[in-house]
């Protein structure tokens, strides 16, 4: 597989691991505002969906964005956090 193919697929499953949480809470969130406006099911069905849909977004981000690209996240999530807890030890 070439290196731009996997670049692009590395981007694609960043990007759905970013799009999963607002796509999710997000459409449930208007579905249940709508809901309570018209009464309608239909936007209760419409929120699950979505809902469920964010699980498959975050189910095919991770595979996607590879072993590596987490162990990366994993390593710039723990500098945050230490540079955080330095900034609170101060």
């Known amino acids: 597989m070439g290196q731009r193919w996997k670049k692009w697929l590395f981007q694609l499953g960043v990007g759905l691991l970013i799009a999963n949480a607002p796509v999710g809470y997000g ?38 964005a590879g072993s590596e690209s987490l162990r990366r996240i994993d390593r710039w999530w723990r500098q945050l956090l230490s540079r955080r807890d330095k900034c609170v030890a101060d």
């Open 27 to 64: 459409g449930l969130a208007v579905a249940g505002v709508m809901y309570l406006k018209t009464g309608a099911v239909f936007w209760v069905k419409l929120g699950s969906l979505l809902y469920a849909f964010s699980w498959v977004m975050l189910a095919v981000g991770v595979g996607l």
